[in-house]
């Protein structure tokens, strides 16, 4: 059968690297889908501190290793290549089903499918959001914050994506105006102590973005503080939103069951309610959206994959 392999992985995060990465050296046939590049949340991190091994790492930098990883170990990494539906065909074996997998290019097969598709930025859903998207409104520091050297921006939010980020705004542009809907953050505590001894980042509590203005680009936000509903104009050049993810699975739901937040439940091996499919990372119901766990999840799923296939009648000899 043309296209058959052991194990198919949708999304080239941490998790489905990872995952690569081990089901290759378990001696699995494997091929990893990614819609953009290898890395996911990885290349839109700008500095790492907490992966172990690492002092400080680069997103970029340990996106491109891991994936040299996976490569070497035997995986074939498809990027580019969007996932569009997946089907079970149980007319071989009424328990375990084939999984068909296709994507904007070909068809293919497996009989163990890993779902590493991460999660994508929460949006504001403010009017001007989506206008400015592009010309002064970004979801990535990393990627856009060089086009506003000098210049004053937003930041929105107040978790460890947003005060994470604002350090590293801080060193390009003129003003950082953190902005979040509470009175205190909910980030870790060193974060906080980073942004609070920045001295070109002004915080704005208590406070939400109703609305984006500008001709061409962004040119102000319409603010409005939440205990006082005063609201206020701020001028400025660009807005970098970290609010949080959200999960895009609807290609999986018949494969699996979700919580009510919209992530994949599994148990403790990574297993769904689908025999051979697993889900690990950012899109599994009780991850704490960490690299390194992430990264065990993978691992934990490729060598549960194993298992399941090595229990199986016919292994990839369909």
């Not at 406070?207 to 005063?230: A, H, P, S, Y």
């Not at 970098?240 to 018949?254: A, M, N, V």
């Amino acid at each position: 059968m043309k296209n058959l392999y052991d194990v198919i992985i949708v999304g080239a995060g941490a998790g489905g690297l990872t995952a690569a990465i081990y089901s290759a050296r378990l001696g699995l046939k494997t091929i990893v889908f990614d819609k953009q590049f290898p890395g996911g949340q990885l290349l839109l991190t700008d500095l790492i501190e907490n992966y172990p091994g690492y002092i400080k790492v680069r997103g970029t930098e340990l996106a491109n290793i891991m994936t040299k990883q996976a490569e070497l170990a035997g995986a074939t990494i498809k990027t580019l290549e969007e996932v569009e539906k997946i089907e079970l065909d149980y007319s071989l074996d009424k328990e375990n089903p084939l999984k068909i997998v296709k994507t904007s290019v070909d068809t293919y097969y497996s009989k163990v499918l890993i779902i590493a598709a991460g999660m994508t930025h929460r949006k504001l859903n403010v009017e001007g959001e989506d206008k400015f998207l592009g010309k002064g409104v970004s979801y990535c520091a990393l990627c856009d914050g060089a086009f506003f050297k000098g210049k004053d921006v937003a930041v929105v939010g107040g978790g460890n994506s947003a005060l994470q980020e604002t350090p590293f705004l801080a060193n390009i542009v003129n003003k950082v105006y953190l902005i979040h809907r509470r009175d205190k953050f909910r980030a870790f505590k060193y974060l906080q102590d980073r942004v609070f001894a920045l001295p070109n980042v002004e915080i704005i509590w208590d406070t939400v973005v109703q609305k984006m203005e500008g001709d061409k680009k962004l040119e102000k936000l319409i603010l409005r503080n939440v205990k006082t509903n005063e609201i206020r104009e701020l001028k400025l050049d660009g807005v970098f939103i970290f609010i949080g993810f959200e999960t895009k699975i609807d290609i999986f739901k018949e494969l699996v069951e979700v919580d009510e937040y919209g992530f994949i439940k599994t148990d403790e091996r990574m297993r769904t309610k689908s025999n051979g499919v697993f889900a690990v990372g950012d899109v599994r119901s009780g991850s704490d959206k960490q690299l390194v766990t992430s990264a065990a999840d993978g691992a934990v799923a490729a060598i549960t994959a194993f298992e399941y296939l090595s229990s199986l009648k016919t292994t990839a000899n369909i």
